[in-house]
């Protein structure tokens, strides 16, 4: 079973920065897209921003320029600096891991994890 375990979550202030990680663990061979969503208050779960096992990355048009995207496809990690945070940042954020493949041969088609708050907000 593929498990992923966000952190990095917390307060800050607008115009603060924080950087969000996620590790997936389960006998992974491979994933090919790690990502992040977020979700605010009374609103649809929207895409931050993902990341491809070939470096190709997707931004949500609110995040582009402020948030970066990375991944260490050694460790199946995936990271997410957010910097420039507005208070309209302010929602839980959850990682996802696409297409998974374990070394027993099984195959997820989609992980998430449990979600970290992000709170901006002065």
């Known amino acids: 079973q593929v498990q992923l375990v966000e952190s990095g979550g917390g307060l800050v202030q607008p115009g603060g920065s924080l950087r969000l990680s996620c590790a997936a663990s389960?006998?992974?061979?491979?994933?090919?897209?790690m990502g992040w969503y977020r979700q605010a208050p009374g609103k649809q779960r929207e895409l931050v921003a993902r990341?491809?096992?070939?470096?190709?990355?997707t931004y949500a048009d609110s995040v582009k320029g402020r948030f970066t995207i990375s991944r260490d496809i050694t460790k199946n990690t995936v990271a997410l600096q957010m910097n420039s945070l507005k208070p309209e940042d302010t929602a839980v954020y959850y990682c996802?891991?696409?297409?998974?493949?374990?070394?027993?041969?099984?195959?997820?088609?989609?992980?998430w994890g449990q979600g970290t708050q992000v709170t901006v907000s002065s």
């Open positions: 996802t891991a696409d297409s998974v493949r374990t070394v027993s041969g099984t195959y997820n088609q989609q992980s």
């Open positions: 990341i491809t096992s070939g470096n190709s990355t």
């Open positions: 389960g006998n992974i061979f491979t994933i090919y897209r």
